[in-house]
């Protein structure tokens, strides 16, 4: 914990992102009947300001965890807090990114990003916060385009958008970058951590992809099958920017797959 | 299509003061041969039974074929040139309609009348009865507007209802079930018992044929939405007024059309019922009195309009879909 907190980029604001705190959680999920389990007895705990990925088989239940902290389903045993508070209602401070876009096609790029100020009712006083987020991600020229004028890559950005505008205290990402082309994806990526290193928010990062995981976090969390455990949890002790040619991350690559069961594909 | 367009633009103004003969246009050119031939059978050729109105008719045609030689002329440039254009297949076939028509009616005989009345007939029914087929179109449409109005309200409400409130769709959608696919007009003698005017009671029963798909197609609009938008305005800070306003409904718009669409056809198909009982105007009225007097002249040119009103209807509710889901791709255009 003191080791990722050491290692936060210097040129970060001071660390505004949230603290969490998972205590025994369980969670079932009722299917036809029965009672599915898919989270059993978890526990960790994250940094204020740090980046953590969590990696595992799929349907595994990260997901899920993701959505207990987002508010939008609560534990069916044990605690959930963040910022030493139990999670309750869903919140704009801690938004959660999903795997596809999910933008409302209805709504041009520049009011799917204004969503959020515009459901608080603050979209007036926001507009010059929105304009500017837009040209964050990179997207300026397109406010009026409507979503299925995009391509994939630009839609996740204006995903990203959404959710940043809010100024979140913890970004949830499930699997954000999961249907980008690899070409997108790594410059996503890049741009992930530029993000995260300039507002100081938590980062939560869901992902199926152990270079990604490696790549842009401090600390990775490995889950076993469902229902999941934590089977083991990796430093990342390699400062920003990174490379991914670096030697260190092979290591480590070969160590995560390893807790994974896949040692011997390489 | 719009780069053809302009493409055109260009020949037609160049040409337009070269006079080259390649700028001319040949269906216009045909088209208005067929229109002056039409007009030249109807005034040259000597009626079965001679008729008034042949020369108006011929005269219509005459101005038909003039506008059709003009473009062909000119090239038709510009927009309405292009519509013009679009249209000059259309023309030559109306055209060669009509000339048929003029033929086996008023010129031959061949068919029976009075039920093939000719199309000077048609003309005299226009000319000389206009006062009482634009009284009953006006009466037709606004009891259409009233009656679509309420239903549409209403069966979007419900629709909205049974889809967000799990309760109201506990309550609604046996009694929707079970009332829906009765033909609207099934209801008719309590309705004309229970209202107090057959005015309100006319409305009541267009708002009933038109409420019930718009309810079922809001109702599958909202139930279709994609849950994710939900989660992300809940977790934005959405109220749920919010989300139904901002999220659920926009999201059902696309269903909520097809219902409308559907809820407008069968408005029509009610309207002339219930026009034909209470009501002394409207097109549905004009129609069955048409009809009882064997007028039918009259009943042909009261469809016509019929025709023409519905359609009209339909491409202004096309118009305002199209604007409305523009953030849509690959749409059905009217």
């Known amino acids: 914990m003191v080791a990722a907190a050491a290692l936060r980029p210097p040129e970060a604001e001071a660390a505004s992102g949230f603290g969490i705190d998972i205590r025994d959680v369980s969670h079932r999920f009722v299917l036809d009947g029965k009672p599915l389990p898919v989270l059993d007895q978890v526990g960790f705990s994250v940094e204020p300001g740090s980046f953590t990925a969590l990696i595992g088989p799929s349907g595994c239940g990260k997901s899920t965890l993701l959505r207990l902290l987002a508010g939008l389903d609560h534990p069916s045993e044990g605690q959930v807090l963040v910022d030493n508070m139990p999670v309750g209602r869903p919140d704009p401070s801690r938004i959660l990114v999903f795997q596809g876009p999910t933008l409302f096609p209805w709504r041009s790029v520049r009011d799917n990003v204004a969503l959020g100020p515009e459901a608080r009712g603050t979209a007036k006083a926001d507009g010059a916060r929105i304009d500017e987020v837009i040209r964050t991600v990179g997207l300026d020229g397109f406010s009026s385009a409507y979503p299925h004028q995009l391509s994939g890559g630009m839609a996740q950005r204006v995903s990203l958008a959404r959710a940043l505008v809010n100024d979140p205290r913890l970004l ?75 030697p260190r991350l092979a290591e480590l690559r070969r160590e995560a797959l390893g807790h994974l069961g896949l040692a011997e594909s390489w | 299509m719009s780069g053809a367009g302009s493409a055109f633009e260009r020949e037609g103004t160049t040409s337009g003061i070269r006079w080259s003969f390649a700028s001319w246009w040949g269906t216009g050119l045909v088209g208005g041969a067929v229109w002056l031939a039409v007009a030249a059978v109807t005034v040259l050729w000597r009626e079965v039974i001679p008729l008034p109105y042949g020369d108006v008719f011929a005269w219509i045609c005459a101005a038909v074929a003039a506008v059709l ?92 209802a049974m889809g967000w409130w ?6 609604i959608h046996p009694v929707l079930r079970l009332i829906g696919p009765v033909p609207a007009t099934a209801w008719l003698p309590i309705i004309f018992f229970v209202f107090p005017t057959s005015a309100s009671a006319s409305v009541f029963v267009i708002a009933l044929a038109s409420a019930f798909p718009v309810a079922v197609l809001t109702w599958s609009g909202i139930a279709s939405v994609n849950r994710d938008y939900y989660d992300i305005a809940r977790t934005l800070g959405a109220s749920e007024r919010f989300l139904i306003l901002k999220v659920a409904v926009p999201a059902a718009l696309p269903h909520l059309f097809v219902g409308l669409f559907m809820g407008l056809g069968s408005s029509f198909a009610v309207l002339v019922v219930a026009e034909m009982l209470g009501v002394k105007s409207g097109l549905g009225w004009y129609l069955s009195w048409a009809q009882g007097w064997g007028a039918y002249a009259n009943l042909y040119a009261a469809l016509l309009v019929m025709a023409l009103a519905c359609s009209t209807l339909i491409t202004v509710l096309f118009r305002v879909r199209d604007r409305l889901l523009s953030w849509q791709k690959g749409m059905v255009r009217w």
């Open chain 1, 172 to 246: 949830l990402l499930d699997e954000p970058l999961g249907k980008l082309d690899s070409l997108t994806r790594l410059a996503m990526q890049e741009e992930l951590v530029a993000i995260w290193r300039r507002t100081g928010l938590t980062a939560l990062l869901v992902t199926h992809d152990v270079e990604e995981a490696l790549f842009l976090s401090q600390r990775v969390i490995v889950f076993g099958p469902r229902p999941a455990r934590i089977v083991a949890t990796i430093e990342v002790d390699l400062p920003y920017p990174r490379h991914r040619g670096d």
């Open chain 2, 69 to 160: 030689f003009l473009g062909a002329i000119t090239g038709a440039p510009g927009r309405i040139g292009r519509r013009l254009r679009n249209a000059g297949p259309w023309a030559i076939a109306l055209g060669l309609f009509l000339g048929l028509w003029e033929i086996v009616t008023a010129k031959t005989g061949r068919l029976p009348l009075p039920f093939f009345p000719s199309p000077q007939a048609l003309v005299e029914v226009y000319v000389d009865d206009w006062p009482r087929l634009l009284d009953s179109l006006g009466a037709s449409g606004w009891l259409l507007v009233r009656g679509f109005f309420f239903g549409a309200l209403a069966g979007f409400s419900i629709g909205l």
């Open chain 2, 166 to 171: 799990r309760r109201a769709g506990y309550w």
